[in-house]
């Protein structure tokens, strides 16, 4: 028995020593971390000073490429389609005919109102003769002359019933693909085609509202499209009077030449618009602003720790991000380690 309880006193022992040397290791890690004065390691960070600089203040968009002008081609008129008169895909000019519905009913009803609008002639000259004369009153007179203008009418409303069954290219562009052919019963629902002039393009976008009194028609912006390096230029030509209640925007159109039609409508543009260029901004990287939830903070060096400053941001470029309050020419800004720092943390910071 005393053997056991010997035992027994020395695995107590034995962990009451390891814990006691855990104890002692991780005070000594956290002694670490201080100097001999007993203080927290500063941490070696690197930072810039706020120095005011000019700013050609560029807003990044995304806008859409609509053509400049843009048409579904129908037929007001039902009918057997006669003849098609273009190929798809290919360009027309204003005025071309495009198809041809067929006329032979509505010219028969042409005929039958131009017989009757004839003998309506007749009689109204008649009548006015016999006014004249005084064989017959003022209202038989009015009765004939009314009949007249009626069949006139008729025969005018059937004249342009005609002309109608005739579809022509309403400006000079490129049609699509057909959805008809010839012999087909057209209706006015029935889609035949699209038409397209894309000899010109435009540009639509939307900027916040605090950028709106910096947009000016006529102002030349940039754009490039997917697949393509090239760099294209528009001019503003229009802008919305005025700002959507939902998303606090403003919506800007622009025109471009296309005319080698390299630029596809329906394609997304990133747009770079120039605003007013603003002297002695503040500029800071991009990487030392930190989101948070009730905006955005930086940390700055000031007397060997870092302090934490709620900034107002404005655009944004690849590298930096534009300073509208919080910072001042002079402050030292922290721009490596911020997302592990804390407020009144020890720093030394290196300026680049």
Known sequence: MKIKYLIYTLLIIGFGAFITYRIMENKGDSDSGKNKSGNQKAMRLSGIVVQPQSFDNNLSLSGSIEANEQVEIRSEVSGIVESINFQEGS????????????????????????????????????????????????????VARAEYASTKAQSQLIKAQIAKTAVRAPFSGRIGLRSISKGTYITPTILVANLVNIGKLKITFSIPEKYANQVKNNSTLNFTVAGSTATYTAKVYAIEPTVEIATRTLQVRAITDNKDGKLLPGTFANVELPLDVIKDAIVVPSQAVIPVQNGKKVFISDMGKAKEIMVETATRTDASLLILSGLKAGDTVITTGVMALKNDAPVKVTVK
């Open 91 to 142: 360009n027309v000019s204003k005025g071309q005919l495009l198809f041809k519905v067929n006329d032979t009913e509505l010219r028969a009803q042409l005929s039958q109102a131009n017989t009757k609008q004839s003998l309506a002639s007749e009689n109204e000259r008649r009548a006015k003769l016999l006014l004249q004369k005084e064989a017959i009153s003022q209202e038989e007179y009015d």
